[in-house]
């Protein structure tokens, strides 16, 4: 059976989807016998299987997105930036990003993007509460009881791990066969089923959306991964300063706020003012 380039496109991303799940599920063993292991050598007295692996999963967490990091950056820099072949298939936009317009815009985008997930994860939570708490109880398992590991990985790591797979490798595949929006439906599904959390899945679709059009705007992953360490930060350290939760209202104006730079900054816009002045 031959399969057209389409296909191939998102067959590829679901393969690449399945190897970042299997490295994260075979990690996850790996590091769940390894800690009980040393934990029977360790110990004199009755074990807690439960208790062990609470301990040690955000080290082994850690080390996940660590590895992930290296099999994607790897695969991402021998492709995709040191034998590309073509303009858009090459990391070529990395010193673009770093203008304070493009980072402005790239603030701008994450922060429009974060609100609009806020809405939507309160709206999910609002019709199915249990989805909230399914959340917060992996997040607490990701933070651990030490949370500086904890915070590591979900603000640093799994950003890069994550960006390197899906707007890295994923996302410079499909967009030989795919234009932006084919891109970012692929990309956002693909994204949205890596998180196996109802709620996250929902939530994460502005995001995936978002990142997705960066990383292809600016021709790097790098836009990408600055806009998801940003939004993890935000997620992460709102919550832990403001110690209540967000209000509606709040969320809106924050959208509007944020909104505006991006219609004054947009090329369109810029395009169109400019053709205007020339005439």
């Known amino acids: 059976m031959k399969f057209s380039n389409k296909t191939k496109a998102v067959l590829f991303g679901i393969l690449v989807l399945m190897l970042f799940l299997f490295i994260q599920l075979l990690s996850g063993i790996a590091g769940g016998i390894v800690s009980t292991v040393f934990m029977m050598i360790s110990s004199e007295g009755a074990i807690d299987f ?3 692996i609470i301990k040690a999963q955000p080290y082994i967490l850690f080390v996940t997105e660590l590895i992930c990091i290296l099999v994607f950056g790897i695969w991402y820099y021998l492709k995709y930036v040191k034998t590309s072949t073509g303009q858009r298939q090459s990391d070529s936009g990395s ?15 994450t922060m429009v993007s974060f609100c609009i997930a806020l809405l939507l994860s309160d709206t ?25 590991v904890g915070y590591v990985t979900i603000i640093l790591l799994a950003p890069i791990s994550e960006e390197l797979a899906f707007r890295g490798v994923i996302l410079r595949n499909s ?8 891109c970012i439906v692929l ?5 949205s089923i890596m998180h196996l959390n109802p709620l996250q899945c929902i939530y994460v679709i502005p995001i995936a959306v978002m990142l997705t059009y960066l990383a292809y705007k600016y021709n790097t992953v790098l836009a990408s991964i600055i806009a998801h360490i940003i939004n993890n930060s935000l997620g992460v350290l709102i919550p832990l300063f403001l110690n209540r939760e967000i209000k509606t209202t709040e969320i809106i104006l924050v959208m509007i706020i944020f909104a505006v730079p991006i219609y004054l900054l947009s090329d369109k816009r810029n395009t169109l003012r400019t053709a205007a002045e020339n005439s």
């Not at 967009?175 to 084919?182: D, Q």
Request: glycine residues 6%; contains cysteine.
């Open 50 to 52: 439960n208790e062990i």
């Open 187 to 191: 990309n956002a599904i693909l994204f």
């Open 124 to 148: 999910v939570t609002k019709l199915w509460p249990a989805s909230h708490e399914l959340f917060s109880s992996l997040i607490s398992k990701v933070m651990g009881e030490n949370s500086l």
């Open 175 to 182: 967009e030989r066969v795919f234009g932006l929006t084919g």
């Open 95 to 109: 010193a673009s990003i770093f203008s304070i317009r493009s980072l402005s815009l790239i603030i701008c985008y």
